[in-house]
């Protein structure tokens, strides 16, 4: 499976941006994680095709997740975005066949938050 993300750039603080994931198979779950410089790579938001959704405490009520299985495409719509969301965005998929878990990451895209 392969992943094609889009989006990102640079924004304003209080601005939106929105990411988009295109997988190239069909996928149980998929999301963002993020890596800000000198840090962890960390979970932003992930769902699955039963729209179940998890997201960081971090952008809850400003980001939200949403996928079209029929594309196998996710999107990351992210609102009122503030400076330390200021990182590379990395796509992630994960998919279960025979107990075997396969996790798959897209090239990341650079998100920058500045005035």
């Known amino acids: 499976v392969q992943l094609q993300a889009s989006g990102g750039g640079l924004v304003q603080p209080g601005g939106s941006l929105r990411l988009s994931c295109a997988a190239s198979g069909s996928i149980n779950v998929m999301g963002w994680y993020r890596q800000a410089p000198g840090k962890q790579r960390e979970l932003v938001a992930v769902?699955?095709?039963?729209?179940?959704?998890n997201y960081a405490d971090s952008v809850k009520g400003r980001f939200t997740i949403s996928r079209d299985n029929a594309k196998n495409t996710a999107y990351l719509q992210m609102n009122s975005l503030k400076p330390e969301d200021t990182a590379v965005y990395y796509c992630?998929?994960?998919?279960?066949?025979?107990?075997?878990?396969?996790?798959?990451w897209g090239q990341g895209t650079q998100v920058t938050v500045s005035s």
């Open positions: 992630y998929a994960r998919r279960t066949v025979i107990s075997i878990v396969h996790e798959y």
């Open positions: 769902i699955t095709s039963g729209s179940i959704t």
